[in-house]
């Protein structure tokens, strides 16, 4: 068993977490997916504050199963949007059935993503399928779509905080996330993130979320 160490953790008065998870709250729920970016930069070091942020969430076993790369390459974020918008394509016209298609309606998306392109950074996050030691054998990694899933929300919570809009953007297959980030074998594309800011007359459906009694229980 590893050495531990004290825990850093300070208690709060419950007025305190009250006001604290009512501000939390209110601060997330204006959170909304963004489809029209801006091409103004973002500095690299927020970038990286946010994907440390991500890495402190928590993973099987500790062993931290995900690589997050930021791209920033005008000609790599060309070559995603291509390849994107292939996959995209075949999906709108192909894969998707009638009933996929009609409950995406209402978020007006199709098969062109030119924010692939505009946005200042682009974030594919990958699954660490399993470990090679040093002689190249295989070391099993556990509850890997479980670990980079929590990393991955506390990603969009960190940019969110940090002032950014952003896009989820999960084209279906990825695997070309794999080919053109340069990542081995042994990594899947889970997901892509788009970040930046949004255009200054930028438009979001007027979607609503589900209340709380629909969504919790107490027992």
């Not at 980030?181 to 589900?210: H, M, Q, T, W």
Request: hydrophobic residues 35%; negative net charge; aromatic residues 8%.
């Amino acid at each position: 068993m590893s050495e531990t160490i004290p825990l850093d953790f300070k208690e709060l008065s419950p007025s305190e977490m009250l006001k604290n998870s009512q501000d939390f709250y209110q601060h997330l729920n204006k959170r909304r997916t963004v489809r029209d970016f801006s091409d103004r930069e973002v500095p690299e070091e927020i970038i990286l504050n946010c994907i440390k942020t991500a890495s402190t969430a928590p993973s099987g076993a500790n062993l931290q199963p995900w690589h997050f790369v930021a791209v920033k390459s005008p000609e790599i974020k060309k070559q995603i949007r291509i390849a994107a918008e292939e996959e995209e394509h075949k999906f709108y016209n192909e894969r998707a059935s009638e009933e996929w298609l009609n409950a995406l309606d209402h978020l007006g998306t199709d098969e062109f993503k030119p924010f692939l392109e505009t946005a200042p950074w682009l974030i594919p996050v990958f699954i660490e399928k399993h470990r090679l030691d040093e002689e190249g054998n295989i070391l099993k990694n556990y509850y890997t779509m479980e670990s980079v899933g929590l990393a991955t929300g506390m990603l969009l919570a960190a940019l969110h905080n940090a002032g950014l809009a952003t896009l989820t953007h999960t084209p279906s297959p990825m695997r070309f996330l794999t080919k053109i980030c340069g990542r081995p074998e042994n990594e899947k594309p889970f997901v892509l993130v788009v970040c930046g800011y949004p255009v200054e007359d930028a438009r979001v459906p007027d979607i609503s979320r589900k209340p709380v009694d629909e969504i919790a229980t107490i027992l």
